[in-house]
Each structure stands twice: as C-alpha cells, then as structure tokens.
C-alpha cells in the first residue's frame, strides 16, 4: 500500500451513525423543531472543503517545526546536517565517526513463519460485552427521588429503607461491567440533591459514636482501634501522624483541643440496636429519625439522639504506647472490637450500590447544565445533548461556587478531569466529524472558542455572540442560517456542533506544522539487545510476537490496511539500525557507536509500511534473538536511543511513536547516562523527594525535542534492579507516553502479562502531535494542568501522542464573578493527527451551575473525581515538598472542606457530631488510602522504582482507574449461587469481612489476588486448583487450571472480565490465608490499619474528625 495516499476521512458524517437514532429519539420528550430522520444528512452535501482536502501525504519539506500554536523548531545539533550525505540510497553510513558495519546478515531469508493471529480482532476493541445495562430494582424505582433540588418530604428521606439496601447489594446491574469505562459517577444527583440533610443523619448518626470520647487514652487498646481521635489529645489512633518513620505525627495534631468533647464512653459495635448489616454504610441509622426531614439548610442533625456525655478531659495518649498495627497477629474476635461500629460509617460498597441501583437503568442525558453524573462504577448510558459525556470530562463539582471568597471557604478544588480521546461503549456513537470548509471551524474572533452549543445567534442569525467572552463575531456567508422563532437556527438538529456537547472538526492546513497536511505516523520498536534482555528470554518473546502483531496496527475507519510505518532498532551499548526495504532479500543492519552524537544512519528502507516489507521484517525478527545470543554485553545506553527514534522522525517528517523495551540503568558512556542513586535513607527526609526527581535535566531537553517532533515514547523496562524510573519516565511521561514495568521478568511467568500488555498497547489508537487548550467563560480560568504531557506555555497542553486512557486534568480558579443564571462553560478542545495522518480538532463543552449558597456546591460534588484531582495534587507535591507535609497539607484541606460543610451547610448541633455532606460521605474513606499509598507512606517492600512508577501512573489515570486503584474491589466468590451471571456483591476491604471459608478476588486495576480462606471446604478447593486439600494449593500461583465444573468456570469468568476493564492486564496471584504471601494482599485492604503505619478507616475518621473540630472551634 501506499503510504502517500490521502487518509480516509473519519467518521464519514453522512452515513447513520450508530447511535445517531438514539441521539434522535433522545429528544423526544423536547419542544423544538422534528427532527429529520437522517439528521445529519446535511453535512453530506456539499461541504467543499472537504472532498479538496489535500491527501496528507502530499510531499513536503523536511522537518516540521512548529506546531501553529506555539513551537519552535528543535534543531538537531549535529546529525542533522549529515542528513544531507545520505542520499536515498539503500545503505548509507553516518559520518565517519561511526562504525560503518553493513553487514548482510548471515543467515538466509527464511520466510516468516506465520505467527497465529494475535487473538484480538483487528479493530481492538477495548469494551467487554455490551453492559447490562442496569437492571433497577423495583424497590429502587420506587425510591428514586424526582426533583433534583427538592428537598424530600422528611418521612422519604432517607433514601432505602434498609431492606432495599441489603438486597439491592445482591444486584449488580452491569454486573461485569463494572468500572469497565471511565463512566458514571456522582452520587445520585436526585438522592443526593434531594435530601442532603436526610442522608446524613444516617452517617453521622453512627459517627456519634465518635463523639463519644474516645476510650480512655493512654491505655492499651487492639491496635485496630486506635481510637477515635481524642480531643486535646495528641492524636493516637491514626498513624498518619504515628507512623514509624520520623514523617509521623503532625504537629497540629498536638495541641490540645480547645473543643469541649469529652473522653466517650464506649460506644462500639455493641450499640444496642445496631444491627450488623454487612455492607451497610450505616446499617444502625436507618430509623426514622425525626430530625432530618427540614430542607437543606437545615441540615441533617441528630439532636434527637442524645449527645455524648461531657467527660472529663482524656489523658494525653502517648503515641508509642500504641501497639502498632500488626492486624494480623490478633485474634479475630478481638479485631472486631472497634469503638466504632464499622458497619455504622460510610461504606463505599453501599454507596457504589446505591447508585448503580438509582442510576445504573436510565441513560444519562447531558441535555441539563449541572448535571451530576452517575458514579463511574455504575454502568449509564449517555445520551449526548448539548455537555460532553462524562466519560469525556468529570468535575470535582457541578456547581461551582459565584465568587472566590466562597471557593476559598470550601477549599473545593474545581478541577476537571478530562479524557479527550475516551473509548466509548459500543452503544455510544463516537464524535460526528464536521466540515466547515476551506475556512475552517467557526470560531470566535476574539478568544477563538470554537462553535458550539452554547454560542447565541443574534440578528437574525448573521452575527453570534460568544459564550466565553461574549464578543460578537459575523457568521460567515457559507454558514449563515435562518433562525426560528425560539432564536435557534433551523439547522440546529442537522449540526453536531449546534446541538450537541462533543464533536470533530476536520482541521484545514491552518492548523498544521509548517502549513502542511502531516503524514501518517510511525512506530519505531527499539529493543535492548544487552545481556539481560537475552537471557531472560524477552527479545525472543517480543521478536516471535512482533511477527504476527504488525498487523494489527491502529488504522482508521474502514481503511483496509494501516497507513503507519514501522522501523527498527536494537541497542545496547551502540546503535544497531536495520534496513528492512520491500526491495531487499535480507535486512541489513548499520550500526551507530558514536552515541555522543546520534543520527540516523539510513532514511530509505528504514521506515517502511508493514505488507510491503513483510518478508524482509520477518527475516529480521528471526534473526535479531540469534545474532545477539551470545552477547555478553551488559551495559546500555538509553537517551541516544530517545534521540535515534526521534530524528528518524524528523527526518521522516511525520509524527510517532517509540516502542522502548529496556532492561537496565543506563551506565555506558553517552549523554543521558545515569549512576544508580537510589537510597532508602532518605524516606522521610527532606531529601526524599530527590527520589521522584530525575537526576539530570538531560531528560527534560530531550522530552521537549520529541514533543516538538511529535515523537511519543512508550517504555516497556524489565528491571532486575533499580533503574531509576524516575528518569527514565521523564520522557515518556512528558510525550504522553506510556510505562510498563516487569521486575524480574521471567518469560513464563511473566509472558502473559507482558505480550497482553503490548497488544494492547500497539493496537490502541493514538492521537498525535496533540495540542489541547481548555477555554472557559468569562470568570473562571483554566490555572493549573495534571497529566502526561509537556507545557511551555502557560494555556496549551502539548501531547506528542494522546492516547484513548490518558486524562488531562485541569484546575479551574476565579478570576471574577460568576453569575447563576449564565453558569460556568469549560471548552476543550485537542488538535492532533489522526492514525492515518488527518488533522482534526476534537471539541468538548461542558456546562456548570454557579451557586451563591455553599450547600449548592457540598450537593452537587463528586467524591470520586475530587479524589483523583487530590491524588495527583499530592503526588505532584512530592516532587518539590517532603512527603510529610504533603500529607498534612491534604488532611488539612480535607478538614477544611468538611469543617465549611458543618459550620455553613449543616444545622447547628453538638460539637461531638461528624456530619459529612452527603456527596462526600466517602472522602475520609478514600482519602485515608490516598495517604498510605504506596507513594505517600510506602511499606518496606516497595521499592524507589515502584513509588515512582506508581506516581507516573497516577498522574493520568481517569475516575474510575483512581477509585478502584485506591479503594480496590473485593468479590466474595462462593456465596453466589453458580446459575447466577452476577457479579457477586463486593464487600470492603478489610481483613474482618473475610471468611476463613470463602474465596475471595480482589483488584485494584493493576494487581489481581485470590485469596483462600484456611477452612474453605474441600469441594471449593478440588474445583478451583484440582488438588484434594488447602494445603496443597500452591501458594502464588498465577494460573487458575482449566477445569470444567462451575465454580472454576465462573472464577475464571470473573478474572477474564476484570482484566477486560482495565487498560492494563493484572497478572492473577493466589493467596493462601495466614502464608507469607498474604502479606502482600493485605497490603489492599485498605480499610485496615497498615504496616507501613498508614491509619485504619475508623481511626482516620476519628482523627478527621478531630480535625474538624479544631477548625471549628
Ligand atoms: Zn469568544
């Protein structure tokens, strides 16, 4: 095929859509004008531009520069001018310094073997089977809640009555689907917003218990509970401030309480009256309670129940009498006893059932401004009428407070968190592509924000007036049209950017480098040919599966074959670059030592398109595991590896990626070498954050260059040791790049993982040369930016490559008054090159409510979105600060926001009260596992290189990565019957929800457990491993066998299903309980205490509430 020929269009607007009918019939219910069958058949018509579009591949100068918006071209220092030696012929050899090797290679061509089929389909289809979709149950129908801003009537309240709730728990209603896509979210609006103050009684009725004064100080209590944090007293319980390593106690945390709150008596799980519900937020609660039923304002308050008794003021505990938390060497009975009921605070399980039984049947439709989404662990379906689905964009909150002085009250960060290339499910169409012509995309003359719903027609239509800055622009002849008696445009069915909230544009050669259509990008493999890699069997793997899986590269639309070219390279301590031209009998290899200097030795023959070259790229991948069988060479070189990919794009003129598969510290002697600085010494220094710095700025410059040329870098690393992720990754994570890490890699353990890991990663669709800029109405200012991506202005977000799993996420501050009838509008726009080499500019718009009440803002926020934004504020802030004030400073932002929400929002009651505003009822829960992350307050086992790759990877995980990474999901697997398809209810993390006679699996989106319990029964045991008894299973096994009986069957469902949602494959690791590996699983039970000294969720709640009452008193 040829290279040169023009991209297929994109979606090709003039055919149905899937979809499209949906979005249709979606309107239904609205006034305004009948929609037309085939709405957009309009478009088709003529739309001059875009048949004229100039093939991408027209011929063009050399090296791009710039990029419209902001780029300079990066000067390659010395290869460049070399270039100009080479001619196009076959082989040609750098400049002398470099060893001129063009060695035939020796064996003779051997046609490549086929491989199998990478068993995925050719278009990679990320979405599991088609959610189904929620199944409500009938007593959720009849809960739902209308009106979103109505206060229910008092005796409604509180959302399910109990036995709703214990049933609903049964129901998974996507059942396997469940983080599937990035999704849902948000409490349910309609619960949520309805009776804020009826929901939380029910948490802080249990949470009364905390007001209790904690237990008597000082004394020896199970290091599980460490006890409610203490008035006045230096904070016992939560680790936070007590953990082993000199980062511990927060100085704040010392001061004796102002606050009146007596010593409590002990209130615990004895409770009378507390029935035990097993994954009840607050099973207790659920009575009438005769308080709640006022409007919002005056929020939830448990007067009625009697306040805790004013005790004497408890002893100063001191922190080391604590027992420190060895959970596990307890005995079970004694676990339990918790001075709180853990059953009577806020369950996630309950509260991500809860909403999938509200919002997991009806469509989400965008059509409202404000709108709270489902949680991202319900399965929606969204309905695109006027705001970008929340699968595109998620905020902290919906509605966002007028002025400055009320956000800075909150201390709710508005931030969105935004995936601009999100896969959609299959029922959901992907963006309409839109042609406005020769002249581009309709824009605002003065802040250039692009046509969109929200823009207002005036004068009869010939004029607009913007959204964002209100200028007034003329519409140009071409797009002028009629406006109906409403003032909408007669048209406005008929356009994606009138009507609804995400859309494409095709972009004219404006917004092109140089002025110039792009070409279709490359992949370049590099792969580290050292020792290491040999030995470990890794080059042989990837050579046999890169065989079969250049077939399945990205390509566009209904095009045949990939318009991207591929090349290679091997490394270790030089360069090793191979000619694979259709035209040659056997590859050929020159090799480049002067790595001082990089250049790339060949321009033809090096970049080829895969069914042309095919026999000559499959000599060369059976060949490269022989030629370097015997190698001895140990050291490697990595940045001149970075540059090498980089200028054979450049010198391509076409925008890419790298596929990097490294094993080792760079050490040998070239620009970017780095000398191994790890040092557990410095955890819990001020020179810890060194560790997550890379030691050389080397890095940056060069991550630069590749954004500039549009070069993307994925790193595959196989450590056996330190590597140093944390430069390594600068330049991936600044192309918006990709990381993987296999320590130790072992191809039979680890081939599984890795070859899933990198089909996937292959395969997916990538845009690139990516510039993203967020426009927002006047008020509100984009101010700060999280992600993998490169900056060198303050506004646009440059991404060599963007990927369909990365997020961008963007803090949104006041610059002015905000008004409550206009709202808050947030624009994204991405401009970048499509996989088969078309310019288009993807447009996402989002509406928010502006309110001048606090409770608006606590009513519409979304926890799990607020906690992705936290999480990634904290894991930037250990780059420049040391980890224990990084700490602190959430806790005490957290504080702040909940202290805002109990002195404004709440209605007036004791002191000894947590009252949690309904939407956030999690944030303690999921903040407490934020904090001992293993970024945060590491365990002895995790190492500089996991911390840093964590932190990496946190940095652009969307909602649904963040809330499952940090709270992970755990499925009890023996208690549903077998028949059943469901996913079986999950429960929460902690050791005492386990049973010594189940089975459990838990994940987190990158680590996979089964873990038996000692005394499951023996049937369970011979089904599962086919072995007689517990003892016999193997401990860290990693494959379940295949057996055919239901059980085993149903398990490994499960697995496949989980591995399906996530955008990484999760090696599986059986647990034995009371083995040594259960060490390692415990480490995700996250509502534990752990041994790393990071608090348990009860503890933290009580010294959040401690928190909390400081600021208020
Ligand atoms: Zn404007």
Redesign the pocket.
Known sequence: MNVNQPAPPGVPYGQPQPGYTGYQSSYGGQPGPVIPPSPYGAYNGPMPGYQQLPPPGVPRAPPSSGTPPASSTTRVPSGQSAYGQFGQGDVQNGPSSTVQMQRPMSQPFVPAPVAPPVNQPAAYQPYGPPPTSAQVTSQMAGMQISGPAAPPPSGLGYGPPPTSVASASGNFPGSSQYGSYPPNLAPPTSLAQAHPGAQTPQRSAPLQASNFPPPAAGASRPPSTAGPSMPGQSFGGPPVSQSNHASSPPPQAQPPMPGPPGPPPPMHSTQPGYQLQQNGSFGPARGPQPNYGGAFSGAPNFASQPGPPQAPPPKRLDPDSIPSPQLNELPPQQKTRHRIDPDAIPSPIQVIEDDRNNRGSEPFVTGARGQVPPLVTTNFVVKDQGNASPRYIRCTSYNIPCTSDMAKQAQVPLAAVIKPLARLPPEEAPPYVVDHGESGPVR?N??K?YMCPFMQFIEGGRRFQ?C??S?VTEVPPQYFQHLDHTGKRVDFYDRPELSLGSYEFLATVDYCKNNKFPRPPAFIFMIDVSYNAIRSGLVKLLCEELKSLLDFLPREGGAEESAIRVGFVTYNKVLHFYNVKSSLAQPQMMVVSDVADMFVPLLDGFLVNVSESRTVINSLLDQIPEMFADTRETETVFAPVIQAGMEALKAAECPGKLFLFHTSLPIAEAPGKLKNRDDRKLLNTDKEKTLFQPQTGFYQSLAKECVTQGCCVDLFLFPNQYVDVATLGVVPHHTGGSIYKYACFQVESDQERFLSDLRRDVQKDVGFDAVMRVRTSTGIRATDFFGSFYMSNTTDVELAGLDGDKTVTVEFKHDDRLSEDSGALIQCALLYTSCAGQRRLRIHNLSLNCCTQLADLYRNCETDTLINYLAKFAYRGVLSSPVKAVRDALISQCAQILACYRKNCASPSSAGQLILPECMKLLPVYLNCVLKSNVLQPGAEVTTDDRAYVRQLVTSMDVAETNVFFYPRLLPLTKVPLESSAEPPAIRASEERLSKGDVYLLENGLSLFLWVGASVQQGVVQNLFSVPSFSQITSGLSVLPVLENPLSKRVRDLIDSFRAQRSRYMKLMVVKQEDKLEMLFKHFLVEDKSLSGGASYVDFLCHMHKEIRQLLS
């Open positions: 605002c003065r802040c924000a913007c964002f800055c200028c």
